[in-house]
């Protein structure tokens, strides 16, 4: 017997019943520690198996995940006229499915769930020796695997969710499109991009809901649950020296090793000015009634004035609210030489930058020429990002947010932030569509913020009330509505 037609029992029932019981249960009940129900076991499993498929932006096959996804959303009842899996490489395919509402255009655009199923690059030598970055393990309450936290876990849960939907009867007012897409990762085929440019069609939307947002805890005690709304802009530099060399047995003053490793130095101890948006004020005023009393004070003083100066130091102590308060540049590359007996002709680095929403790529640069004027060292601009405005705070998404949140954790705020990395929501955001990063997918900073890295980990709890917080979202708003209260 199917998945399906096992779990098809009482669903007449269980629809009549589904509102009340939403709001009855708490995120407490969502999940039990060994005891996983029939949807969060079929959740797993679609985890489990991306997880394991190697998407690295260069050495994997991201195809071969958007075939495996296709298959399971044709096994749980989308029709294969409504999936589409192209793109322009035969390992870089995306993933677009839709599911027909029951008033179509009617309903006005359709809600779009939005996740990449590539990953960053990871080593087996890399990891501790417990893990294979592209095996699925669980020890300790946690889900390890590359992916696991940045976005495979919001994919899985996409796709599970269509099961559920289809075997509790449900059918949204407005259609709903989910596309699990290529590159994000800063591969040079970018999935959403290449769907907008070849297929837009199918990807239109009224919303987008997408990575970039998620709750925050701390020691079990869940503190607020935040939205994505912004996003800092990705720009690389160069920094290159070159001269004409010779042999290492008679050394010059002007070695081109010696003078990057100088601009470096200085690059590195530099500090942006502070800068502000509406979205980061937001943030740091709603959060610093959750935070530490000292970190809240100095959010508090910090939003009152920006230039206070022992605000700042405690803020830019803590890597992540620094990196929200000004934009940030940090060497990732090198190289430089071409022998080990002759003076290098050619050094060079490249120079990340997380540049703040309201400055430019140029603006930058010259920053960076200016602190290091005196090393001899070009700044040249490798690769730009366009940058995207904000989103708008519409009453009609942020009121199922807020409402959901409550449900699920109680009275905890539903702040607006600023990611100081990159998502594919600046594609939307470009072309005026409201793009949300919310994901009900709670984590600790200060142990869990894995992603790109070693050991990269979901916490299992937050894998399962995310899985439950995006059902309810995506129900709420593709419609019929649900009564919202409290907001």
């Known amino acids: 017997m199917s998945y399906l037609s096992s779990l098809t029992r009482g669903v007449a029932l269980a629809a009549a019943l589904l509102p009340a019981a939403?709001?009855?249960?708490?995120?407490?009940?969502?999940?039990?520690?060994?005891?996983?129900?029939?949807?969060?076991?079929?959740?797993?499993?679609?985890?489990?198996?991306?997880?394991?498929?190697?998407?690295?932006?260069?050495?994997?096959?991201?195809?071969?995940?958007?075939?495996?996804?296709?298959?399971?959303?044709?096994?749980?009842?989308?029709?294969?006229?409504?999936?589409?899996?192209?793109?322009?490489?035969?390992?870089?395919?995306n993933l677009v499915a839709r599911i027909r509402g029951s008033r179509g255009a009617a309903a006005g655009k359709p809600l779009l769930l939005l996740a990449h199923i590539d990953v960053v690059e990871a080593l087996k030598e890399d990891w501790s020796p417990e893990f294979d970055p592209f095996t699925f393990n669980e020890k300790d309450g946690y889900y390890y695997g590359r992916g696991t936290a940045d976005d495979k876990a919001m994919a899985a849960i996409f796709v599970a969710n269509v099961y559920r939907m289809k075997r509790e009867g449900w059918v949204p007012e407005r259609d709903i499109i989910i596309?699990?897409?290529?590159?994000?990762?800063?591969?040079?085929?970018?999935?959403?991009?290449?769907l907008l440019k070849n297929h837009k069609e199918k990807v239109e939307a009224e919303w987008v809901i997408n990575e970039g947002g998620g709750g925050t805890h701390r020691n079990g005690k869940v503190l607020f649950n935040t939205v994505q709304a912004a996003e800092k802009v990705t720009t690389n530099f160069t920094l290159q020296v070159t001269n004409a060399g010779g042999h290492s047995s008679v050394p010059r003053d002007d070695n081109a090793i010696t003078q990057l490793a100088d601009a470096l130095a200085k690059v590195g101890r530099y500090q942006f000015p502070v800068q502000l948006s509406d979205i980061t004020r937001e943030f740091f005023?709603?959060?610093?009634?959750?935070?530490?009393?000292?970190?809240?004070?100095?959010?508090?003083?910090?939003?009152?004035?920006?230039?206070?100066?022992?605000?700042?130091?405690?803020?830019?102590?803590?890597?992540?609210?620094?990196?929200?308060?000004?934009?940030?540049?940090?060497?990732?590359?090198?190289?430089?030489?071409?022998?080990?007996?002759?003076?290098?002709?050619?050094?060079?680095?490249?120079?990340?930058?997380?540049?703040?929403?309201?400055?430019?790529?140029?603006?930058?640069?010259?920053?960076?020429?200016?602190?290091?004027?005196?090393?001899?060292?070009k700044v040249l601009i490798r690769s730009q990002r366009p940058p995207s405005p904000a989103t708008k705070l519409l009453d009609e998404v942020m009121g199922p947010i807020r409402q959901i949140t409550k449900e699920m954790w109680g009275d905890i705020p539903v702040i607006p932030t600023m990611s100081t990395g990159a998502t594919d929501s600046r594609f939307f955001r470009a072309l005026g569509v409201p793009a949300y990063g919310v994901s009900g997918l709670f984590s600790d900073p200060a142990v869990d913020a894995r992603a790109h890295g070693r050991d990269e980990r979901m916490r299992v709890q937050s894998f399962y009330e995310g899985h439950e917080f995006l059902y309810?979202?995506?129900?709420?708003?593709?419609?019929?509505?649900?009564?919202?209260?409290d907001q």
């Open 472 to 485: 309810r979202l995506t129900r709420a708003l593709a419609g019929p509505r649900r009564p919202v209260s």
């Open 179 to 194: 596309a699990l897409t290529a590159d994000e990762e800063s591969g040079p085929f970018n999935g959403v991009d290449w």
């Open 285 to 377: 005023s709603k959060s610093a009634a959750e935070e530490e009393p000292a970190l809240g004070r100095a959010m508090r003083a910090i939003v009152a004035n920006p230039r206070d100066a022992s605000a700042l130091r405690t803020l830019s102590a803590d890597p992540r609210y620094n990196s929200m308060l000004r934009t940030t540049c940090v060497a990732t590359e090198l190289k430089g030489g071409h022998a080990t007996n002759a003076l290098p002709q050619l050094a060079e680095a490249n120079i990340n930058c997380r540049i703040y929403p309201t400055e430019t790529a140029e603006q930058v640069r010259d920053s960076l020429r200016r602190v290091i004027a005196d090393t001899g060292v």
């Open 22 to 93: 939403l709001s009855a249960q708490a995120a407490s009940s969502v999940y039990r520690a060994g005891q996983l129900n029939a949807d969060q076991q079929l959740a797993r499993s679609i985890y489990k198996e991306l997880v394991e498929i190697n998407t690295g932006v260069t050495t994997g096959n991201i195809t071969t995940a958007a075939v495996a996804m296709a298959k399971r959303l044709r096994e749980a009842g989308i029709p294969e006229a409504d999936i589409f899996v192209g793109g322009p490489r035969p390992e870089k395919h």
